[in-house]
């Protein structure tokens, strides 16, 4: 059986007890015993009779479909609470012809009680409505941030190997230019947090080349 194995920070490669060719299809299940297929990619590593191999979904469900994919959830989300608060919104308007003459509570009197379950019913719902918008805002905030990472590149992707490489032609150049003196540095820091810039994308690069080159 092949299972999923956490190999860096947003890349989970498959590991297998048998050897597989790069463009295999795969089923590779999690910890639920669902089987999702894969293409395999390299071989990142074996050892103690497994082999670890990249891979991307079958099905082309990757990082950035992912998070398309949980904005889309979370905006239908929003907007089935936006419009259950709106239902109850208008349900409080329940008998407002009578309430906006503000006639006070007849104590004793028979539409007493018609009177005060009124109140309530429209206290309830307005409530309702308020929570529901509440929901409704929180889930929206939580659409906006999955829809920003919709077109983030992590190296989960194949395409990262391309993307860090680019990167790094840019974080190169401005070190270069901070250290000649044809950028200007903004602080005292410009220079050490450029160079520690460039280390960190050649590491990425590094683990991309691994997997996907």
């Known amino acids: 059986m092949n299972i999923y194995f956490k190999y ?17 299809i795969i089923q590779v299940t999690t910890k639920y015993g669902k089987e999702n297929d894969h293409i395999v990619f390299n071989l ?4 103690h009779g497994f082999f670890y191999y990249s ?3 079958a099905d082309g469900l990757d990082a950035q479909e992912y998070a ?3 904005a889309e959830k979370l905006t239908k989300s929003a907007e ?14 329940e008998g407002k012809d009578f309430l906006v003459l503000a006639e006070p509570i007849k104590i004793g009197h028979h539409s007493e009680k018609r009177h005060r379950a009124l109140i309530e019913r429209n206290h309830n ?3 309702k409505s308020v929570e529901l918008q509440k929901e409704a805002e929180k889930y929206e905030q939580r659409a906006e941030y999955w829809a920003s990472k919709a077109n983030d590149i992590n190296l ?4 990262s190997l391309e993307y860090y490489e680019f990167l790094l032609e840019g974080a190169k150049f401005r070190h270069e230019g901070l ?20 280390n960190e994308i050649e590491k990425k690069i590094a683990i991309a080349k691994k997997l996907w080159e």
């Open 125 to 127: 719902r307005m409530n």
């Open 68 to 70: 398309k994919r949980k």
């Open 80 to 93: 089935l609470r936006e419009a259950k608060s709106d239902e109850y919104w208008k349900a409080a308007d």
């Open 44 to 47: 990142v590593a074996e050892g």
């Open 156 to 159: 989960s992707m194949p395409e």
């Open 8 to 24: 860096c920070p947003n890349v989970f490669v498959a590991k297998c007890e048998t050897t597989y060719n790069r463009g295999d």
């Open 55 to 57: 891979i991307v979904r």
């Open 179 to 198: 250290k000649n003196g044809t950028i200007k540095k903004e602080h005292s820091y410009s220079l050490t947090y450029a160079k520690k810039e460039v």
